[in-house]
């Protein structure tokens, strides 16, 4: 007998130690991701907003920014979910019995993706709103002033806004899905509520990727155009910067002497006036002074990078379109258990689960890109050290909204074939034919359409740049008419 309890002792201690080994890894993880963030949210701060005469004020920001933090860990942590499952199967198919990546395994995955699911609900529902609440709370009427007051009014709303929102999902979810099972089920919170709201979350996010990602892909060859040097083609420079030159000298002797003009001027305007030539005058002397091979090399071939991963993200998603057609394990589906390291996720091995990665990356990129660009959510961007306070909370909630939805975002057009762990998989709508494969076709219809809008567009603006056509004092499409007292100037 004493055999037999020895093996059970020696499996216990092994899976006590495999626990640990996980929870000190999920932790190291989240710690690097937590510094990350950490660094980049004090970038964007207002420091004023931190260094008030009110101590109470300056505390409540405090805190609201480590809650910001903590769900802009989680965030990225959800993004780098996917290529991080994807990428560790690959490495088990490559080294199955190396000693070195043993802690590399699929409960850590499991694990890694549930801890994910529960924290990005907890952001959601709890952490942001009480952010939020709390830097706009003030204290009941008649409470001392100071923290611990803020901390009473910020929890008596949040008990309330609970309520209020449990009380339209059970009012939502039993229209949808009227039946006695369902009204009886939505009284397990944590095994139905929380993941039926994360479920609703989770579509909206989707529906907003969906929105943001064609814009952003679009978008992205005009950024990275702004940020690269682009080549010469039939242009002036030196008559370019002269002209620059010229115009800024202009503005900043009306700037310096207002009264030497009889008409009212409008000094604000001015200044972005002035803001503006001067930086086009740098970009200017940045084209100037680059090498040869940063113009003619750099960015065509940046261009070029863009056209072949947007043109390939579309030819998936076509070519998934058809297999939904043909195939019933085309669609998304969750999986119980992650057993990786048995058999590539890629019809290309190694190689195609790199290009899925450098997809889910560049598709996330685009769909902050695509965000940020939309007349909806522009004033939500944030600025160097001067953002404020409940603009963060804003952004952290946005961000984190799209990054949840990522992995079902990418498996439902059939970027990967990695399929969702944990209750990313529980969504009831990923077992919708149509919802899918409409979601599909009309992912590639408003992509090649921003493209294509994108691309005619681009293409004869730069021809007429390229020409001179724009200082002609004719109407050119897609440059305004000059005014007659600029043409007369």
């Known amino acids: 007998m004493e055999a037999p309890d020895c093996e059970v002792l ?80 690959e490495v088990l198919l490559s080294l199955p019995r190396n000693y070195y990546i043993q802690w590399l395994n699929g409960s850590l995955i499991h694990g890694l993706w549930n801890l994910v699911f529960l924290f990005s609900n907890l952001s959601l529902i709890f952490l942001m709103p009480f952010a939020y609440f709390f830097t706009e709370s003030e204290g009941f009427a008649g409470s001392r002033k100071g923290v611990l007051g803020r901390v009473y009014e910020t929890v008596v709303m949040l008990m309330l806004l609970t309520l209020l929102v449990l009380g339209m999902v059970w009012v939502a979810s ?46 992205m060859f005009s950024v990275t155009g702004k940020l690269l040097v682009k080549p010469r083609l039939l242009e002036d420079l030196e008559e370019q910067l002269y002209c620059s030159a010229f115009e800024e000298a202009a503005l900043t002797r009306r700037i310096c002497n207002p009264t030497s003009c009889w008409l009212p001027l409008d000094m604000e305007l001015l200044h972005r006036q002035l803001l503006a030539l001067q930086t086009q005058r740098v970009l200017l002397e940045k084209r100037q002074k680059a090498s040869a091979w940063q113009r003619n090399l750099g960015y065509p071939l940046a261009m070029l990078c863009l056209l072949v991963l947007t043109g390939l993200s579309v030819l998936i998603v076509a070519i998934h379109i058809l297999e939904l057609l043909i195939d019933e394990a085309a669609m998304p589906r969750g999986m119980q258990g992650a057993s990786l390291g048995q058999v590539s996720f890629s019809k290309l091995g190694s190689f195609g689960a790199v290009v899925q990665v450098v997809l889910i990356f560049y598709l996330m990129v ?120 600029t043409q007369h100037q």
């Open 10 to 89: 020696s499996v216990r201690e092994q899976l006590f130690h495999e626990r640990i080994r996980e929870c000190i890894i999920s932790t190291l993880l989240f710690a690097t991701l937590y510094i990350l963030c950490h660094i980049f949210l004090t970038r964007f701060k207002k420091p004023a907003e931190f260094t008030t005469v009110d101590d109470a004020d300056a505390t409540v920001n405090k805190i609201a920014l480590e809650l910001c933090t903590f769900t802009l860990a989680i965030a990225l942590g959800a993004v780098l979910l996917l290529p991080f499952s994807i990428i560790s199967n």
């Open 366 to 485: 685009s769909s902050v890109v695509g965000f940020y660009s939309s007349p909806l959510f522009r004033s939500l961007r944030p600025r160097w050290h001067d953002t404020a306070m409940t603009q963060i909370i804003g952004n952290c909630v946005c961000l984190l909204v799209l990054s949840s939805a990522l992995p079902v975002f990418s498996r439902t057009l059939g970027l990967t074939r990695f399929d969702l762990l944990g209750d990313f998989g529980r969504f009831n709508w990923l077992g919708n034919f149509y919802i899918v494969f409409l979601y599909n076709a009309a992912f590639a219809g408003l992509t090649t359409l921003c493209l294509v809008k994108t691309f005619t567009a681009a293409v004869r603006a730069e021809l007429i740049r390229a020409f001179g056509l724009d200082r002609l004092p004719l109407p050119v499409s897609g440059f305004p008419r000059a005014s007659r007292k």
């Open 174 to 219: 039993a229209i949808v899905d009227n039946n006695k099972a369902s009204r009886e089920s939505l009284y397990d919170f944590w095994e139905y509520y929380l993941p039926y709201l994360y479920s609703c979350i989770s579509f909206l996010g989707v529906l907003l990727l969906l929105v943001c990602t064609p814009l952003g892909l679009a978008r």
